[in-house]
């Protein structure tokens, strides 16, 4: 008795763009529920604030990493649409949906405090960034700490990332989770740390006061440190590959979500070459020339039916030339009825 073989049903199916947005917006709520509700609760604790922040990173960015990148933040969207990672149009639909998550994070975060013990009310700090009481640099310094953060922050990013750095793909949700704690532990004290607009955004309007009067900073610092990071991490250590369609300094359409159009950023940071584009042409090259058909007495081979097939059944090339001129490989013109089949049939 012969044994049946065996048949794999399981596919690789990309995720599509709902699921990849729903990822960023449950990843986000999570950062801003658990790193903002620590700060509140431990009373502005520098450790405990950090490691939480880098710890909720972690989990995310390997629960949901695989599924739409892990980036759970404005600025490392826009610094990986510069460095040529995604394409313009996920980076806006991405940022969109971390400020929702980020907002509603806020919102659930405030209820569950008003409905426990802890000593908070509406209008006081949710966890949220001022450089007023909440620290001891003024604007001018804030703004520096923050693109200066941010821009190491990326740098982690984009390195650890980096197709060429396979040594440590899975190490990397780990590796860019200490270097957010680390910068927590650096600008807390400042500025509350943010590196993050929808962090910021996400507990601002609950927070009120110093909150929403300091939150142009940080939504526009997260972003320059990105800007910078984006565009010097590359020209510093080059590309591991291609940029993407409708990144970088390409700012038309060309990119898209939809898994049937351009390949995930590379199933999230756990993933060997997280952050990669899989192997694309830059944004208007020519495609590369098809493979010239096998033609031969006016018959030419179909290597999808594995049969041979009349030549005139094929389109002409605009050049093919005169009748009878199989120019690069084309089929002969229509005009030509040669129906000899070639030999061996």
Not at 102 to 131: H, R, Y
Not at 136 to 152: H, K, P, Q
């Amino acid at each position: 008795m012969t044994q049946e073989p065996v048949v794999d049903q399981t596919t690789d199916t990309p995720p599509t763009t709902v699921q990849k947005l729903l990822a960023e917006l449950l990843g986000t709520f999570v950062l801003v529920f658990i790193g903002c509700g620590t700060a509140v609760i431990s009373g502005g604790d520098l450790v405990a604030t950090g490691l939480s922040f880098g710890i909720a990173i972690v989990i995310m960015v390997y629960s949901f990493g695989r599924i739409s990148g892990g980036h759970f933040n404005p600025a490392v969207s826009v610094g990986a649409a510069l460095a040529g990672r995604i394409s313009w149009k996920d980076a806006g639909l991405y940022s969109a949906v971390q400020t929702l998550g980020a907002l509603i994070g806020g919102f659930v975060l405030a209820i569950t405090l008003l409905a426990s013990d802890a000593p908070w009310e509406f209008g006081d700090p949710l966890g949220s960034n001022g450089f007023g009481e909440l620290g001891a640099a003024d604007w001018a310094g804030a703004l520096i700490i923050e693109v200066v953060l941010t821009f190491i922050f990326l740098l982690v990013i984009l390195s650890v990332t980096d197709d060429r750095n396979r040594a440590i793909a899975a190490q990397a949700p780990l590796a860019i989770g200490l270097a957010l704690a680390a910068i927590h532990f650096v600008g807390i004290g400042a500025t509350g740390t943010s590196v993050n607009p929808a962090r910021s955004i996400g507990v601002a309007f609950y927070s009120g006061g110093d909150a929403i009067q300091d939150l142009w900073l940080f939504i526009i610092a997260p972003l320059v440190g990105a800007v910078i990071a984006g565009l010097i991490y590359p020209l510093t250590f080059g590309r591991d590959k291609d940029p993407v369609p409708g990144s970088g300094l390409n700012f038309g359409s060309g990119g898209s979500s939809d898994p049937g159009f351009t390949q995930q950023w590379n199933q999230g940071y756990g993933q060997p070459g997280f952050g990669q584009q899989q192997p694309h042409q830059d944004f208007g090259q020519q495609p590369p020339a098809q493979e010239q058909p096998i033609i031969q007495d006016g018959w030419q081979w179909d290597p999808a039916t594995q049969q041979w097939i009349p030549a005139q059944q094929q389109p002409v090339a605009p050049d093919a030339g005169q009748p009878g001129q199989q120019a690069g490989g084309w089929a002969p013109p229509a005009g030509d009825q040669t129906q000899v089949r070639p030999p061996g049939q």
